[in-house]
């Protein structure tokens, strides 16, 4: 399943070694306020510095266009960094200029270094060949710990690796083995659990999955569509209407396997106050709106997971982050937990619902990669995988 180089198969000692890691996390008034990603790469940054390797440590955080923007400055990550790893942890106040080289130059084994944010940089999004050769100049090796940005060709995950050894690290690795098997040879039955905004998202995803796996089940703003696309009403819902053709023909071509809601959650406004009814799937009448999966739903589902193999869950079921709307994406949640099945939940707002129902170490993988794991689900190649040696 993964037949690419990791840290492991490579002598770092005395060595400087750049990794790309995906430190894009939430920040208020300068303070990290989730630290998922940063512990997911501490097993690869600690193996390293065990191994006699200096560390210079790249990420991108945010959408700054290509260049500085203080709210999106790495420095308050790496000052983190440094109390979660219990050592002095260095912050050059550029990414490939002065700051950077002299740092990078500077620093000895058993150190570490982070670099100011990519996307301060215009080159980085344009896989700019000066920055990603700028950027391997600083180091001997680099290893690519950033799956959440591995569907992204850019100068820190795939430009540097065309001047220096690229190897993956071991966050990539778990990654890549659990989505890898999940498309390439699952314990069936295999259930794909999608929800959120979308279909036009996840067009891709749902006919590869309408492929591979038993069951496909719908939930959140993206089964409106599905619905409409069936001829029903739906009010006032989410719904997208340049993605009705789209939902007819995935509809036509699911058959049994692709599976909507029977029953709904509407309201009279898009509000946690608002008045709400459970109403099994029909026309939604006017002035209403559809915000979550209903509870019937909810115990098909359940009982559709409970028997499966392997589940991947990609989306929330409802407008989850109003509470009054969340009890179907919690109630797959906790389906999701209590099933004896491989799981495999990924997308940010299905870790978010996982984390808040306390349920995250019931599941086998969480994935750190919203994009990349929809990618890879889609049967798509990344290019941060593509651009490592193999072994």
Not at 109 to 122: D, I, K, Q, S, Y
């Amino acid at each position: 399943m993964f037949n690419k180089k990791t840290v492991k198969d490579i002598d770092v000692k005395g060595k400087k070694v750049l990794v790309r890691v995906d430190f894009n996390v939430p920040l208020k008034e300068g303070v990290v306020k989730d630290d998922t990603r940063i512990q997911a790469a501490l097993p690869t940054l600690n193996y390293l510095l065990d191994e006699g390797a200096a560390l210079i440590l790249c990420s991108h955080l945010g959408r700054p266009k290509g260049s500085p923007m203080p709210e999106y400055s790495m420095k308050p990550v790496a000052e983190y960094l440094g109390k979660v790893m219990g050592k002095t942890v260095k912050f050059a106040e550029d990414t490939v200029g002065p700051a950077a080289e002299a740092a990078a130059a500077a620093l000895k084994p058993g150190e570490v270094l982070v670099l100011e944010n990519t996307r301060f940089e215009a080159g980085e999004t344009k896989n700019d060949a000066g920055m990603s050769k700028k950027l391997a100049s600083f180091a001997d090796v680099f290893v690519n710990d950033a799956f959440g940005s591995a569907h992204r060709a850019h100068a820190s995950t795939v430009g540097v690796a065309d001047y220096i050894p690229a190897v993956a690290g071991f966050l990539m690795e778990k990654e890549i083995r659990y989505l890898g098997q999940a498309i390439a040879n699952p314990d069936r039955p295999f259930v794909a659990i999608l929800g959120g905004a979308k279909i036009s998202d996840k067009i891709g995803v749902i006919k590869n999955l309408l492929q591979i796996a038993d069951q496909v089940l719908i939930g959140g703003g993206m089964a409106n569509t599905f619905f409409k696309a069936q001829g029903y009403p739906v009010a006032d819902s989410l719904v997208e209407d340049e993605a009705l053709e789209t939902a007819r023909e995935l509809l036509a071509g699911g058959g049994q396997k692709l599976r909507l809601p029977v029953d709904v959650v509407i309201a009279n406004a898009f509000d946690n106050d608002a008045e709400t009814k459970v109403t099994q799937m029909g026309p939604v009448p006017d002035g209403w709106r559809i915000l979550d999966v209903g509870p019937e739903t909810v115990e098909n589902y359940s009982k559709v997971i409970m028997s499966a193999g392997t589940v991947v869950w990609n989306g929330p079921m409802g407008v989850f982050e109003m509470p009054n709307f969340a009890k179907g994406t919690f109630g797959v949640a906790k389906a999701v937990a209590e099933s004896k099945s491989v799981s495999i939940v990924g997308g940010g707002d299905s870790v978010a619902a996982i984390n808040q129902s306390g349920l995250s170490d019931k599941i086998t993988h969480i994935s750190t990669g919203g994009g990349a794991s929809l990618e890879m689900l889609e049967g798509i190649v990344l290019p941060g995988l593509a651009a490592l040696a193999d072994k």
